[in-house]
């Protein structure tokens, strides 16, 4: 029996602004001076910045742990209402909303070089499914995954030092090959 009302899956939102962000998700380093600071725009295929993306992160933290910190969906005793992180730990994961220009920022710890990158899980308007990428600071040795790319596709996932600590990582839903950020396939 078919339902006269669209699933989920078949609703295109934007529905991820209004519950998914939580207090904190923006900072993974709260109050540690190695912090960085990874900003930029997601642009849609004809290059207009997105404003109700949400973007998570995550990453090793710079000791190569994988395990991170546990509260960044910590949920206060008394009433239950999240309220994110403790303010002191590293926790490896982050959830950041677009502003109405299509820009985020994320403060976090500099990755390992043993995994030199941010995964980055991309949800918008438009997209019934969320897509996978990654965010390379320079500086990093040698990375498979990038070895594996043609220079110009290498180039959508290198994130530009623009000062000491600040680094720029623009996400381009579609375009032509030297635009369009490279997403991965998980199947």
Request: hydrophobic share 35%.
């Given at each position: 029996?078919?339902?006269?009302?669209?699933?989920?899956?078949?609703?295109?939102?934007?529905?991820y602004?209004?519950?998914?962000?939580?207090?904190?998700?923006?900072?993974?380093?709260?109050?540690?001076?190695?912090?960085?600071?990874?900003?930029g725009?997601?642009?849609?295929?004809?290059?207009?910045?997105?404003?109700?993306?949400?973007?998570?992160?995550?990453?090793a933290?710079?000791?190569?742990s994988?395990?991170?910190?546990?509260?960044?969906?910590?949920?206060?005793?008394?009433?239950?209402?999240?309220?994110?992180?403790?303010?002191?730990?590293?926790?490896?994961?982050?959830r950041?909303?677009?502003?109405?220009?299509?820009?985020?920022?994320?403060?976090?710890?500099?990755?390992?070089?043993?995994?030199?990158?941010?995964?980055?899980?991309?949800?918008?308007?438009?997209?019934?499914?969320?897509?996978?990428?990654?965010?390379?600071?320079?500086?990093?040795?040698?990375?498979?995954?990038?070895?594996g790319?043609?220079?110009?596709?290498?180039?959508?996932?290198?994130?530009?030092e623009?000062?000491?600590?600040?680094?720029?990582?623009?996400?381009?839903?579609q375009?032509?090959?030297?635009?369009e950020?490279?997403?991965l396939?998980?199947?």
């Amino acid at each position: 029996m078919t339902s006269p009302h669209p699933t989920p899956s078949q609703t295109v939102g934007p529905f991820y602004g209004y519950a998914l962000p939580f207090p904190g998700g923006d900072d993974l380093a709260p109050g540690d001076s190695r912090a960085l600071t990874l900003h930029g725009t997601v642009r849609d295929g004809s290059g207009a910045p997105v404003p109700d993306a949400l973007l998570e992160f995550w990453q090793a933290a710079p000791n190569n742990s994988r395990t991170g910190a546990t509260g960044s969906m910590r949920r206060d005793p008394v009433d239950g209402r999240v309220i994110g992180r403790d303010g002191t730990r590293f926790t490896g994961f982050g959830r950041v909303p677009t502003d109405a220009d299509g820009h985020y920022a994320l403060r976090t710890l500099p990755p390992p070089p043993e995994a030199p990158y941010l995964g980055v899980l991309v949800l918008a308007r438009g997209l019934l499914h969320h897509l996978h990428t990654r965010a390379y600071l320079p500086g990093h040795p040698h990375d498979t995954l990038l070895a594996g790319l043609p220079p110009e596709r290498r180039a959508t996932l290198l994130a530009h030092e623009e000062r000491a600590k600040l680094y720029r990582f623009d996400i381009r839903l579609q375009g032509d090959d030297t635009e369009e950020t490279v997403f991965l396939d998980f199947p």
